[in-house]
């Protein structure tokens, strides 16, 4: 048990650098998205239900949701998409 | 002795034109006063290309950073400070961390008489199984409202900051709102959404009846709810969610909450204070009617919490309902 939880941790510091590392906006709150889910997991591992269920509702689903309209708004998302047509 | 003017002589005269003024049929300033158009400003044209060499001469000076040493200084001093005081940062709240008890250690400040009161007396005195929603509904009810309050009054400023009136007969142009192009009829979307949002729903509203017999409470299945009416927003539509979910019902729903969390939580202040025994029975620990009026608070922070998450993607989306 306690080298799973290792493991979490040490994704959980690897998603945090990652994420501010990022280069494109998208995949950085991506990343952000997998270190809520995996910050739930470790909730339920110290026996804190009730902050999982927050965690994985507010942090993953909310807060994410929240900063893809956002980047829609200030199109970040859309230009990427053109780039990519560019290149093809 | 009073005399009848003509009525040419009568118009000179000064309280004629007074009350043509107090009628608001003749501006007294309005011949006597014009605007004039501006001049247009004309040079010489070396001068002119003096002042411009002068002008990019200066913004040289300001934005060549290869050129201006102080700022490059200043750039390079900036990147090793940045660096040094993150490590300093990072030393100093690992050594703070080193210095925190052990996890689930005894004889610790954590293990103290206030949580051992809420263990041993929590379902005794709050009726509720699960100890931190007795703990955070009950014993600490107090913070509960002001966070229900806090999230009302972000609610508050987001409609204030984003909020998008828009004028009669004025359309949506795509900058304004992503709404231009809805129905997007998105096939996968939808079908996955049909199978999908009546589960999260149904999961979100057992989470609030159950959050005094497991874990969840009124925060967490309210933002479940809420994540769930966002994802039927994203499948359907805005004109589908309009007819159950305009912003009356938004106003109606939150200050209703609020108010009866006000009211229920005010009753048991009271009846605490002033040590008379409360009405509401506590009921069998483990039943769903139980625990007194945890079970009507968790509503209540059901319904604000969901509203909030949905208001919050609303007026991001297109500013307004």
């Given amino acids: ?88 | 002795m009073s005399r009848k003017l003509s009525e040419e002589e009568y118009k000179k005269k000064l309280s004629y034109r007074m009350e043509q003024w107090f009628a608001g049929q003749r501006d007294p300033y309005l011949e006597h006063l014009r605007m004039k158009p501006q001049a247009e400003r004309t040079l010489e044209p070396e001068k002119e290309e003096a002042l411009r060499k002068e002008k990019k001469e200066r913004l040289d000076k300001v934005y060549r950073i290869s050129d201006n040493r102080p700022v490059k200084l200043f750039e390079k001093l900036y990147r090793i400070f940045c660096v040094a005081f993150c490590f300093f940062l990072v030393i100093m709240l690992l050594i703070a961390v080193s210095f925190l008890p052990s996890y689930g250690e005894d004889e610790k400040p954590v293990n103290n008489e206030v949580s051992r009161r809420y263990i041993e007396k929590g379902l005794q005195e709050t009726g509720a199984v699960n100890i931190v929603t007795g703990m955070i509904l009950d014993y600490r009810a107090f913070d509960t409202l002001g966070e229900s309050h806090v999230l009302f009054a972000a609610t508050c400023t987001v409609l204030i900051l984003l909020r998008h009136d828009k004028k009669k007969g004025e359309r949506d142009t795509e900058e304004e709102t992503d709404r231009v192009y809805e129905p997007k009829n998105d096939v996968i979307l939808q079908m996955v959404s049909k199978v999908l949002v009546p589960p999260i729903i149904l999961f979100g509203i057992y989470v609030i009846l159950c959050g005094h017999l497991g874990p969840g409470g009124g925060f967490s299945g309210g933002a479940v709810i809420g994540a769930g009416l966002i994802l039927y927003l994203n499948a359907f539509g805005f004109a589908k969610t309009e007819k159950f979910f305009s912003e009356k019902t938004y106003k109606v729903l939150s200050v209703s909450a609020l108010g009866c969390y006000c009211l229920a939580k005010s009753y048991s202040f009271y009846t605490g204070a002033n040590h008379i025994e409360s009405v509401i029975p506590l009921g069998t620990p483990g039943a769903i009617l139980s625990s007194g009026l945890i079970l009507v608070l968790n509503i209540c922070v059901g319904i604000v919490v969901a509203g909030t998450m949905y208001t919050f993607y609303v007026m991001f989306r297109k500013g307004g309902y």
């Fill in chain 1, 1 to 88: 048990m306690s080298v799973f939880t290792d493991i979490l941790l040490l994704f959980l510091v690897v998603c945090a650098v990652a994420a501010s590392l990022s280069k494109n906006l998208l995949n950085s709150i991506l990343i952000f998205m997998s270190y809520s889910l995996v910050m739930s997991i470790i909730w339920i591992l110290l026996e804190s239900p009730d902050l999982a269920i927050t965690e994985a509702a507010v942090g993953a689903g909310i807060t994410s949701l929240l900063f893809f309209v956002t980047l829609k708004k200030i199109h970040a998302i859309v230009e990427s998409d053109r780039k990519e047509k560019k290149d093809e």
